[in-house]
């Protein structure tokens, strides 16, 4: 298959690109290597990928309306694994236009592309932020995510109201993956993992936000790529049992469905530093700080139907993980 993956040098699609192209696949990346974070990160990831053959990229921003029409008429495409946007919930509160510009007008482009060249499946990128007011845990997919709590949540989920109206007009099949706290080699630095290991390398005193209160559902980034590419595999299709009397909010007589992806074991967060401070054999001060605005206090996937639908297992263990993330940190940053 030919197969567009957009976000290609960030964190999460270089590895999904990577895994493609290691089973066989065509792969075109775009990204526009903005500098939100690190660009030499981002040139890192990219000069990975560049010598494989099958591979291609093109500098393009999503947002670039013209851009995205001329990439979609003659690339050819199979599929798409859309996973370029505006991350990060606190960034959110000082650049908002920026989630508007990627996360809506930039998604917008992306289906229109979608719609144009009857692309055969859509897989896109949602968050676990989506949930936001929400108090019940496990977050499940047929809760009420009405009320974000960020910009960005508030985007993704848009995200998933604009796919089912594409899916629902023109038939094209989509799937949202709401991803939980991805983690591994070769993460974004503006996440907890990298900071940590970072500031404890340094000796530096951790700012721990919420008075270290936080539960997160860590997932490792081999188990999030599995997910995505099975879930690319297996093209969404209409629920012939969904009654818009009793709505299930995650799927819909359109080809649209919605995913939980995660590890479905929360570790609350300074366990959480405790295992990178064993990681790196080396522990530093912290400081405890109130909630950050935007911010959830505990996440937790229920993936029941992800394993229903495709088999999907988490394997790897918050300890193993950890290990891999801080023996890669080392290694790439030579400390």
């Not at 989509?174 to 404890?200: E, H, K, N």
């Not at 005193?205 to 081999?222: A, S, V």
Request: proline share 4%; glycine share 8%; charged share 20%.
């Amino acid at each position: 298959m030919k197969i567009l993956v957009t976000g290609s040098a960030g964190f999460i699609g270089f590895h999904v690109c990577r895994y493609l192209l290691r089973r066989g696949d065509e792969v075109v990346g775009i990204d526009n290597l903005n500098d939100y974070y690190d660009v030499s990160l981002k040139q890192a990831r990219l000069d990975q990928l560049l010598p494989e053959e099958r591979f291609s990229f093109v500098r393009l921003d999503i947002a670039d309306r013209d851009g995205m029409a001329r990439l979609f008429s003659e690339g050819g495409f199979d599929r798409v694994v859309h996973l370029a946007a505006q991350a990060g919930v606190r960034y959110s509160l000082e650049n908002p236009h920026a989630y508007v510009d990627s996360n809506l007008t930039g998604f917008v482009n992306v289906l229109e592309g979608c719609r144009q060249q009857k692309i055969q499946h859509l897989v896109y990128a949602s968050s676990s932020s989506v949930y936001g007011a929400n108090e019940t845990t496990p977050f499940a997919e047929a809760d009420n995510v009405d009320h974000p709590v960020s910009l960005y949540a508030a985007t993704k989920k848009a995200n998933e109201l604009m796919a089912h109206t594409y899916s629902h007009l023109y038939g094209i099949p989509t799937t949202g993956l709401r991803f939980f706290t991805v983690y591994g080699p070769w993460g974004r630095p503006d996440m907890s993992p990298f900071l940590f290991t970072s500031a404890i390398l340094a000796g530096e005193p951790l700012k721990i936000f919420n008075h270290g209160k936080h539960r997160r559902d860590f997932t490792y980034i081999d188990d999030i790529v599995e997910g995505v590419v099975r879930v690319l595999d297996h093209v969404a299709e209409g629920n012939l049992e969904w009654s818009g009397l009793t709505p299930n909010p995650s799927s819909s007589r359109a080809p649209w469905k919605i995913y939980n992806i995660g590890n479905s074991k929360p570790v609350e967060l300074l366990t959480y530093i405790e295992l990178i401070e064993k990681a790196i054999g080396k522990t530093t001060s912290k400081q405890l700080l109130p909630l950050q605005l935007g911010d959830v206090e505990h996440t937790y996937a229920d993936i029941n139907a992800l394993t229903a639908d495709i088999g999907y297992r988490p394997h790897v263990t918050v300890e193993d993980g950890i290990q891999r993330f801080v023996d890669w940190y080392r290694t790439f940053y030579g400390v």
